[in-house]
């Protein structure tokens, strides 16, 4: 049983030699733990840091591409080598690498797919309150429109088999967390919490520039995810209301007329008449991209038989890299 921890990293040279020391090397039920580091394009000694650190890979992209492009990155890079599981944690040495165990023993014990760890935020003192309030209303909106029952959705200390990590197929540029749990729970994959520490970090987040900007890419990135995932699960939510609203003049038309037979009052009922068919068509266009949703289901299992055939070759042969591996530009 291999185990890949991966680490995307961007200018995390001044952090990224405490993250590494804090990894575990020996694990139970684990035979084998390697340390993956993705270099997004950093302008700093990230790479020389992960060099002197001895870790086993190291990815380079020539320039940043963001979160998400490194964490996906990583998957496929830890599919080819070999990993049984894979472990993703952050540089800036936030997470505490013996909460690794805690992390994988829902996998070991074959009870989850993907295992996600929970700050419980709502209890960090360094986190102001309008952040808590954030981190509790975005992990709420994400588990009650997933149905995963994820405690903290914004957390990027997470583990997945590698089942998990072959069928997930991500295209958000900004952050994987949120698309990783809808996509996860569309697909039927188990997902899991597990409580964790962290540490205070002594850097702003490079993922964001203020929490206005994080609330807007984060509203985006879920919205988009629906789109993809359960499109008629969210048009419906946003339909439904719409149609309610339009019968109410309707009725309003319908009970004057039958009160007094006037022709009058026929204003409500063009209003009304025109917003449940604009709802009508809401529902229509929801269907066509549930159809959509379908073919695209068919299209990523093929994706997922051509990874598996792709890298079980490298499983079953691929030899250890004797210290260091470097590729370029994935």
Known sequence: ?????????YNEAETLEATLEDLPRDLPGIDAVEVLVIDDGSTDATVFVARDGNV??????????????????????AIERGADII???????????????????????????????????????RFSLGKRLLQAFGSWVV????????????????????????????????SHCMETVVQASAKGLRIVS????????????????STSAYLFHSAAAILKTFCMYKP??????????????????????????????????????????????????????????????????LIESLIDQTKRRDSEPQREFAIRDEQFARLIDR
């Open 232 to 297: 008629l699960r969210l048009v419906l939510l946003a339909s439904g209301p719409l149609f309610l609203l339009g019968t109410a003049p309707i009725i309003r038309f319908l009970f004057l007329y039958a009160r007094d037979g006037s022709a009058g009052h026929i204003q409500s009922l063009i209003l009304g008449a025109g917003v449940v068919v604009l709802a009508c068509l809401m529902l229509m266009f929801g269907l066509l991209a549930e159809l959509i949703a379908y073919n695209r289901q």
């Open 143 to 174: 588990r009650r429109l997933s149905g995963a029952d994820v405690r903290d959705a914004a957390c990027g200390f997470r583990a997945f088999t590698r089942e998990a990590a072959t069928r997930l197929n991500l295209v958000t540029d900004f």
């Open 194 to 209: 597990v409580p964790i520490r962290t540490r205070a970090t002594q850097r702003e987040s490079r993922l964001f520039r």
């Open 87 to 125: 472990v993703n944690t952050d540089g800036d040495a936030q997470y505490v690498g013996e909460d690794i165990a805690d992390l994988i023993a829902p996998l070991l014990d074959r009870r989850a797919d993907i295992v996600v760890g929970d700050r419980r935020t709502w209890n960090l003192a």
């Open 1 to 9: 049983m291999k185990l890949i921890v991966q680490i995307p990293c």
């Open 56 to 77: 086993d890979y190291v990815v380079s992209h020539s320039r940043n591409r963001g979160l998400a492009c490194a964490f996906r990155t990583g998957l496929q890079t």
